[in-house]
């Protein structure tokens, strides 16, 4: 499996969204709109905004500044990975400037 993101990709466009995603809108803490996408379509409406509020009330989103694996150059906007549960099932957490997606491994 390939956990490599690659710095200089943009968050995804809607053609690599599932036609059956399930998409919650929100704004974030300065008033930007975001979302998370539930490309798997097996997420409750309920964990999905539980998880987007948490994302919001964490300052998750917004453009940051990360340095990829320690080095010494900075790649702004530069997307996120990390894993999510619900239930027994786990799943892989994207997070980009203004876009959570939930895919599956």
Do not use: W
């Not at 993101?5 to 998409?23: L, M, T, W, Y």
């Not at 964490?58 to 790649?75: M, T, V, Y």
């Amino acid at each position: 499996m390939e956990t490599y993101i690659d710095p200089n990709v943009p968050c995804p466009g809607p053609e690599s969204i599932h036609p059956d995603a399930i998409i919650i809108e929100s704004r974030t803490h300065t008033g930007r709109a975001c979302r998370i996408v539930d490309n798997t379509c097996s997420v409750s409406r309920k964990d999905l905004i539980e998880v987007l509020n948490g994302l919001i009330t964490e300052r998750r989103f917004g453009i940051a500044a990360l340095s990829p694996h320690g080095g010494n150059a900075l790649a702004i906007g530069r997307p996120s990975a990390t894993h999510i549960q619900f239930g027994d099932a786990l799943y892989r957490l994207l997070l980009f400037p203004y876009e959570a997606r939930i895919e599956r491994f």
